[in-house]
Nanobody, 115 residues
Framework: QVQLVESGGGLVQPGGSLRLSCAAS????????VNWYRQAPGKERELVAA???????NYADSVKGRFTISRDNAKNTGYLQMNSLKPEDTAVYYC?????????WGQGTQVTVSS
């Protein structure tokens, strides 16, 4: 069974930075698409950043130029570097792994941007 463990969330002031990590329990992580979603209170879950196994990346318009998705296949870990954070970035952030037609989700990590 695939397990995803997220870390790195917390409280940060506007303009600050956080780096989220997503550690996977599978060695075939390198063949997976790795994505980050977020869900704010009262809103639907939305895709924030996506990366394919080939290294292509894509971002929601709201985070382009501020967030960077990356991965370390040797460590089976994905990352989301978040800079210039805004209050509207406040949400629970979820790591998602897509492999062989299956979706796997982390438990979520809270990110709160507030002064």
């Amino acid at each position: 069974q695939v397990q995803l463990v997220e870390s790195g969330g917390g409280l940060v002031q506007p303009g600050g930075s956080l780096r989220l990590s997503c550690a996977a329990s599978i060695s075939i992580f390198r063949f997976s698409a790795v994505n980050w979603y977020r869900q704010a209170p009262g809103k639907e879950r939305e895709l924030v950043a996506a990366s394919t196994s080939g290294g292509s990346t894509n971002y929601a318009d709201s985070v382009k130029g501020r967030f960077t998705i990356s991965r370390d296949n040797a460590k089976n870990t994905g990352y989301l570097q978040m800079n210039s954070l805004k209050p509207e970035d406040t949400a629970v952030y979820y790591c998602n792994l897509y492999l062989g037609g299956n979706n796997y989700w982390g438990q979520g990590t809270q990110v709160t941007v507030s002064s």
